[in-house]
Structure formats: structure tokens, C-alpha cells
């Protein structure tokens, strides 16, 4: 079985980075294949309940590496991860067959629940470099994330996925409290966009009622006369 997986990962690399000209090559020269086979031994000793040598085993390929897998996360066959420097992919992040990852690369939570709370990948996906995508959100078979992406929503199967424009937030709270990553994804959170969107509506709802006035007492002019 190691065996096998050892062989399809060489070659998903080979098909899918034209740099990779040999499996020696793969084998020797590739970290992200090194953090996969780290990061398999680590998730042994997780799943046997010894944690603390677990976490200790992952960070020793995240410093050989400078990818960081937690251990209790879950990878599928044949994953790519092309250059790798950066990456993180937190505990509960579950990735499918065939997936594509670049460096810079961020699957993260958003909250400080102890249940899941990372992304899971679907099959065939590609994740362009520097990508975030936070939360306990599903990104359907065969999406595409491009570079730099900041995904929070759900993305369906198929779908391409890009850019990320930054916009200011409302924020109305009594007390302090801390966000992952920097991103509130709760009730609280106002977006702009909508906001402006529901002031619209309200005044226009007003100059409909306005016109509904003035058409009355039109109506009652005329009957007057």
C-alpha cells in the first residue's frame, strides 16, 4: 500500500508539473511530496491517540518542509502540492483525490470550536497560490480557486473562484472578541454592499409612497372640479 502511494503521487506530479522531468527527481527533490509522506507518518501516531508525538513529527516536516499539515487532517490520493513553501492546512480540513494545491495556500478556521471548523475539498480541485479559504465550507469536485482568492462561502462543483476585493465591515460589539485569521463570518458582521442595497430599498419604498400621496390628492382635485 505505501508502496502504491508512493508511485501515484510521483506520477500525478510528473502529469501535472512539466518540471518534474524524472521520478528520482520527484522523489529527492520535491517538498511537497516530503510534507505528504511526513505528514502520513504524523497522522499514525494521531489516530493511535499519541498526539503530542504527532504534533511533534509534523512540525519536524514543517521545518524540513515549511509546510505545516496538522496531523488530524485528512488527504486524499494523488495530491500535488507545487512549490508548498507557506501552505497550511489546519486540523479538521479535509482534502480529496487529485487536488492541486500551491504555496501559500491557506485551508483555516474561523472559529475556536473544538469541532470541524476547516474547509473540505472536493475531487480534482486546484487551489491557485496564496489562496484562503476559511472555514467549515465545501468546495465542489473540479472548482477552481485562483491566486490570491479569499473564499468564506460555500463554492459549488465546477465553479471558478477569483479575486478578492478587501471592504470595510461594520462591526457593532459590546465586548471584544477574537477572529481568526482576521475574518468575522458572523451575524455581526454588516456588509457594506447590503447595506447600501437595504438604504436604497427603504428610500425608494418612501418615494413610492410619496407618489401614491401625490396621486391621491390629484385624484380628489379632479373630482372636486
Given at each position: 500500500?505505501?508502496?502504491?502511494?508512493?508511485?501515484?503521487?510521483?506520477?500525478?506530479?510528473?502529469?501535472?508539473?512539466?518540471?518534474?522531468?524524472?521520478?528520482?527527481?520527484?522523489?529527492?527533490?520535491?517538498?511537497?511530496?516530503?510534507?505528504?509522506?511526513?505528514?502520513?507518518?504524523?497522522?499514525?501516531?494521531?489516530?493511535?491517540?499519541a498526539t503530542g508525538p504527532a504534533r511533534f513529527i509534523a512540525h519536524i516536516g514543517r521545518?524540513?518542509?515549511?509546510?505545516?499539515?496538522?496531523?488530524?487532517?485528512?488527504?486524499?490520493?494523488?495530491?500535488?502540492?507545487?512549490?508548498?513553501?507557506?501552505?497550511?492546512?489546519?486540523?479538521?480540513?479535509?482534502?480529496?483525490?487529485?487536488?492541486?494545491?500551491?504555496?501559500?495556500?491557506?485551508?483555516?478556521?474561523?472559529?475556536?470550536?473544538?469541532?470541524?471548523?476547516?474547509?473540505?475539498?472536493?475531487?480534482?480541485?486546484?487551489?491557485?497560490?496564496?489562496?484562503?479559504?476559511?472555514?467549515?465550507?465545501?468546495?465542489?469536485?473540479?472548482?477552481?480557486?485562483?491566486?490570491?482568492?479569499?473564499v468564506i462561502k460555500p463554492v459549488p462543483a465546477g465553479v471558478t473562484m477569483v479575486a478578492?476585493?478587501?471592504?470595510?465591515?461594520?462591526?457593532?460589539?459590546?465586548?471584544?472578541?477574537?477572529?481568526?485569521?482576521?475574518?468575522?463570518?458572523?451575524e455581526m458582521s454588516v456588509d457594506p454592499l447590503l447595506r447600501d442595497i437595504e438604504s436604497?430599498?427603504?428610500?425608494?419604498?418612501?418615494?413610492?409612497?410619496?407618489?401614491?400621496?401625490?396621486?391621491?390628492?390629484?385624484?380628489?382635485?379632479?373630482?372636486?372640479?
Amino acid at each position: 500500500m505505501a508502496f502504491m502511494f508512493l508511485r501515484e503521487s510521483i506520477q500525478a506530479y510528473q502529469e501535472r508539473d512539466p518540471a518534474a522531468r524524472s521520478a528520482a527527481v520527484v522523489f529527492f527533490c520535491y517538498p511537497g511530496l516530503h510534507a505528504v509522506l511526513w505528514h502520513r507518518i504524523a497522522q499514525r501516531f494521531w489516530r493511535a491517540g499519541a498526539t503530542g508525538p504527532a504534533r511533534f513529527i509534523a512540525h519536524i516536516g514543517r521545518f524540513l518542509t515549511g509546510i505545516e499539515i496538522h496531523p488530524g487532517a485528512r488527504l486524499g490520493r494523488r495530491l500535488v502540492i507545487d512549490h508548498g513553501m507557506g501552505l497550511v492546512i489546519g486540523e479538521t480540513a479535509e482534502v480529496g483525490d487529485d487536488v492541486t494545491l500551491y504555496h501559500q495556500v491557506t485551508l483555516g478556521g474561523t472559529s475556536l470550536s473544538h469541532g470541524k471548523r476547516h474547509p473540505t475539498i472536493g475531487n480534482n480541485v486546484i487551489i491557485g497560490a496564496g489562496a484562503k479559504i476559511l472555514g467549515a465550507i465545501t468546495v465542489g469536485d473540479g472548482a477552481r480557486i485562483g491566486a490570491n482568492a479569499l473564499v468564506i462561502k460555500p463554492v459549488p462543483a465546477g465553479v471558478t473562484m477569483v479575486a478578492a476585493p478587501a471592504n470595510p465591515l461594520d462591526r457593532q460589539r459590546r465586548d471584544p472578541c477574537f477572529d481568526a485569521y482576521g475574518t468575522p463570518c458572523s451575524e455581526m458582521s454588516v456588509d457594506p454592499l447590503l447595506r447600501d442595497i437595504e438604504s436604497l430599498r427603504a428610500e425608494l419604498a418612501e418615494l413610492e409612497g410619496r407618489v401614491g400621496q401625490l396621486s391621491r390628492v390629484r385624484e380628489s382635485r379632479t373630482a372636486a372640479d
